[in-house]
Every structure is written in C-alpha cells, then in structure tokens.
C-alpha cells in the first residue's frame, strides 16, 4: 500500500475554492444572459434602424435609376473590388439624406442587379463585388431582417423587399454592436476578476474566522494525547470553553460530543483506579483473613505432634476442623462473589437483572423465610423473633440457593451484631409488583460513617466486630451481588429507634 505523497488541502482552502468556483459559475451565467439579453436588445434597435432606412430606399423616386449610375454590373466588379467610386450627383438612393454611413442599398429588377452600392465615412460611394451582389440577391424579400456576411465588409443586419417586381436590399453593418457586445464582455471579465480576488480575500478571512473554535476543539483533543492516561489518572482538566461551543451549532454539537467523552473517560478511569485499589484492599483482606486460620492449624499441628495425650489431640483436631470450616466458608463466599462478577460482566450494562445466564427456576420465598427464623430462633434464643408474612405463598423466580444465602446472610447479621434481648421484626410482603424483605431490629444503631461502605467487601460495622463474632466480612456483600443478579435492589436505614434492611425483588 502506498501513503499519499503530499498533504490534503485544508478545509478553510476547500471552502474558499468552493466559494470562488460558485461565484466563477454564477457570474458566467450572469454574463452569458446579460450578454444575450443585451445584444437582443441592441438587434432589435438596429432592425428598427433597419426599417426606417428600407422605408427610405422603397420610398424613392418612382421615375427610374438617378441618372449618372451604372444601371448594369458596375465596372470592375468581376474582380472582386470594392471601393471603386462611382458617380451618384444626386444621391437619390446610396448615400442619401438620413442614411448612415455603411448602409448598404442594392435594388434588383428580374434578378438582375440595377443598383448596389454604399457610402464610407468619408461620403465616397462604392459599388460591391458580384460575390456581394448575389448574397444579397439570395435573400427572400419578405421583408424579415437577417443576418448574412459580405466578404471583407463584414456582417450586417440585411432586410429585403419587393415592390412592384422590383427587389430593394437595405442592410446596416453589425460592427458597432459586435464592438458593444466587446466592450459589455470586456467589462464582465474585469468585475468578474476583481470580484473573484475581493471574494476569495474576504471569504478566506471569514472562513478563518468561522473555523477558529473548531481549531479549539482540536487543541483540545490533542492536549489530551499528551496525558499520561497509563497511570489511571482521572483527572482530565481539558474541555471545550463555553465561548467556543456557542460560537456555532456544528462546532457546538463536536464540542459537546468531546466534552461528554472526555467525561466518559474521566469516570471510566476513576471506576478503573477504584476498582483496582478495591482489589487491593481485597486482596489484603482475604489473605489476612486466611492467614489467621491458617496460622491456627499449624499451631495446633505442631502441638499434636508434641503430645501424646488423646483428649489434648482430641481437642487440637476439634479446633482445627473448625478452623478449616472457616476458611472453606471464606473460599465459598470468594468463589460466589467472583462468579457473581463473572455473571454480571458477561450480562453486561444493559442486561441489568437478566438471568439468561443463570439457572432460574420458581422459588418459594414464604418457605425460605420461614425456615430461616425458626433457625435463626433456635441459634439465638436470647433474641425476640417476629415473623410477619402473607397467607399466600410468595413465588418468584429464581436462584434458590442463592436466595436462601440472602436471607440466611440478614438475618445471621441481625444475630451476630446485637446483644441479647433485641427484637428482630422478620417481615415479607407483596407491593407494587415487587416484593419486600425486611429484616429490622431495635438494637445499636450503625455508625453513620459505614453504611455508604456497608455492602462493600471485607467491610465491618464496628472494629473487629466480625473477629469476635467470627464473620468475614462478606455476608453483606453477598447479599448485595445476588439480590442485584436477581434485578432487585437493597438498602438500610438505621437510627437509635431501628435499624431495618429491606430487600426489593421484582415479581415475574
């Protein structure tokens, strides 16, 4: 493939060669019609004049030819010359009062020439040729003016007519208009020219002008190359000034348009940077929270190894078991949440919800609730559990098992996070469509400062609250993940009167 050797013309360059062959085009045509409209006028004034001096030459004297002119082929007009004089004393046809010089009068009589002749500038009559004498003697005499040509005298408006079986040619020269129509298109190339010149001058600076906010806007998009947008910077300070998106609606609409992407790019590059230190402090925590069980078991091994008593070996293998419980639920609620992410990416941003990749099938969300407290009420006794749910089953579709996480996941919070003596209200309703889960109680309320970060992985409610209840710190997210994979939505509202989660799924 072969690269184009030279630079496209600018666009301000495109559009003043546009502008000037626009106004090229429109001033030819201007022209080509003045000039058509003009000599059509200047025709018809000379057939006028045409006319009046046929008028004069049919007009004359009916007593015959005046005397003194040849009243047969003038002498010398076998050989082609014209300006032989010929004696007209009394100038009763050529050069007679009220004729203009150059008019040329030739009169036929049984197609033979009996006069023809015309007078210079100078008064001197002169015959013409025989080559003259038959064009003229070809024209049909009726009195129609034409144009012909004759010879070295030029064109001329000719106009013949019979009278009494006679022929009267009367003809007026075009040089005068055709040096008229010269001088109009003379005049039309020179104002074209100037014209042209003060356009493509004017359209240049204006151009220049128009096109200066959409040199902006491409300043500002080269400024942006130069950002090192590697480093997952956000920060992206260029845009568009006002001035330059008001100076027109297309600069404004690519102004706009760059405005709202670099916006795009700025939030895609924050998203990135707190994505990737969310996975950092994930990483962080998921190894300090494996690190403690593990760090549990080998402790317990090397004092199995140590011992030889069976009720201390005993109780070793019982703590490490529980230990190796832990970190099995830690690794679960990993592998969910990853295939909960996994899920969401592969749906995409517009399949909010969406369950096409995922096994759905009718859940009875009634039993799983009710299941879940009388669990819940076994574990805890020392709390006061309420149930409120409708007679008729609540059915929707879905993941079960994921669904039964969601509530057991609530409810073990409401467990593990207040003291003795809490009243938990474990509610389901039918509304609107959709369907509430409430779990509230009436214990310490949440500090103000962590509910933004609740349903965030690894997040606590108080310090080293989870450690001493022995969570993870990813009921909550969990909770979040799969109740958003089921196109739903929760919330928590707490205060010193109640703090109450409430889980929104819709019916389908």
Aim: net charge neutral; charged share 20%; hydrophobic share 45%.
């Amino acid at each position: 493939m072969s690269g184009r050797s030279g630079r496209a013309p600018s666009l301000r360059w495109r559009i003043v060669a546009a502008v000037a062959l626009l106004l090229v085009a429109t001033n030819v045509v201007v022209g080509a019609v003045t000039v058509v409209a003009y000599r059509g006028y200047l025709v018809g004034r000379l057939d006028a004049e045409l006319a009046t001096a046929a008028s004069r030459v049919v007009g004359g004297p009916p007593g015959g030819m005046p005397s003194g002119f040849p009243t047969g082929s003038p002498s010398g007009s076998s050989s082609g010359s014209s300006s032989s004089a010929a004696p007209d004393p009394d100038n009763t046809f050529i050069g007679a009062p009220g004729q203009s010089a150059g008019t040329v009068i030739a009169i036929y009589r049984d197609g033979d020439v009996v006069l023809g002749g015309y007078t210079d500038a100078r008064g001197r009559q002169h015959t013409l040729t025989t080559a003259q004498q038959r064009t003229l003697a070809a024209l049909d005499p009726t009195g129609q003016p034409v144009t012909t040509g004759l010879g070295s005298l030029g064109a001329f408006r000719a106009q013949a007519v019979g009278s009494d079986g006679d022929v009267f040619v009367t003809a007026l020269p075009l040089d005068d208009l055709d040096a008229s129509i010269g001088r109009l298109l003379l005049v039309i190339a020179a104002v074209t020219l100037v014209g042209l010149l003060v356009a493509c001058w004017a359209g240049a600076l204006l151009v220049r002008r128009s096109l200066r906010p959409l040199e902006h806007v491409a300043a500002v998009a080269s400024s942006v190359t130069t950002l090192d947008l590697d480093r997952g910077e956000p920060d992206i300070p260029a845009r568009v000034a006002d001035a330059d998106l008001a100076a027109s609606r297309e600069v404004g609409q690519v102004g706009t348009a760059l405005n709202r992407l670099l916006g795009h790019v700025a939030r895609a590059l924050t998203v990135r940077r707190d994505a990737e230190a969310g996975m950092r402090t994930f990483v962080a925590d998921a190894s300090h929270e494996l690190r403690t069980p593990i760090a549990t078991v080998r402790a317990y091994a090397e004092l199995t190894g140590r011992t030889d008593d069976p009720a201390e070996v005993r109780r070793n293998v019982d703590r490490i078991g529980t230990e190796a419980r832990r970190m099995g639920d830690l690794v679960e609620e990993l592998l969910l949440l990853a295939r909960l992410d996994a899920a969401a990416v592969a749906a995409g941003p517009t399949a909010a919800g969406s369950t096409t990749s995922r096994t759905t099938q009718p859940v009875d969300l009634t039993s799983i609730v009710v299941e879940a407290t009388m669990d819940a009420r076994t574990t805890a006794p020392g709390h006061h559990w309420t149930l409120q749910v409708d007679d008729d089953p609540v059915v929707i579709d879905g993941d079960a098992g994921a669904l039964r996480r969601v509530v057991t996941n609530l409810l073990t919070n409401a467990r593990t996070h207040t003291p003795a003596g809490t009243a938990v209200v474990v509610s389901l309703r039918r509304a609107a469509g959709a369907v509430h889960f409430v779990v509230a109680n009436d214990g310490p309320p949440i500090p103000a400062e962590a509910l933004p970060t609740l349903f965030d992985r690894f997040t606590r409610g108080a310090a080293s609250r989870s450690r001493e209840h022995g969570t993870s710190g990813l009921g909550l997210a969990i909770v979040r993940a799969v109740v958003e994979a089921e196109g739903g939505t929760v919330r928590v509202v707490s205060d010193q009167a109640r703090t109450a989660f409430t889980v929104t799924l819709p019916l389908r």
